[in-house]
Nanobody
Framework: VQLQACGGGLVQAGGSLRLSCAAS????????MAWFRQAPGKEREFVSV???????NYADSVKGRFTISRENAKNTVSMQMDSLKPEDTAVYYC?????????????????WGRGTQVTVSS
């Protein structure tokens, strides 16, 4: 499975971005799909996840601002990010868990995309 994330960019605080993760190689409709992020000098951290059957979970820091969704017909997962803050600045990675779970631990994920940069200016 190859994952390709896109949609990052530069936005002002309070603005919005929509990230997408396109999977290829096989269908990911039974996989758990998540977004993680990593800011300079910091560890990779969990952002959001959607299980194979649609259960979602979010980091406390993004609840109410970010929304994860999946389109199985297109083999993609997206994340709408609203009310962005400078502290959301990071490289965002999508990841896939073949067990279909809604986990927040990076080590449980089997496939990773290369990441897309999100920069929020104040």
């Amino acid at each position: 499975v190859q994952l390709q994330a896109c949609g990052g960019g530069l936005v002002q605080a309070g603005g919005s971005l929509r990230l997408s993760c396109a999977a290829s190689g096989r269908t990911v409709r039974r996989y758990g799909m998540a977004w993680f992020r990593q800011a300079p000098g910091k560890e990779r951290e969990f952002v959001s996840v959607i299980s194979w059957n649609g259960f979602t979970n979010y980091a406390d820091s993004v609840k109410g601002r970010f929304t994860i969704s999946r389109e199985n017909a297109k083999n993609t997962v997206s994340m709408q990010m609203d009310s962005l803050k400078p502290e959301d600045t990071a490289v965002y990675y999508c990841a896939a868990d073949i067990e279909g779970r809604a986990e927040s631990i990076p080590g449980l994920y089997d496939y990773w995309g290369r990441g897309t940069q999100v920069t929020v200016s104040s």
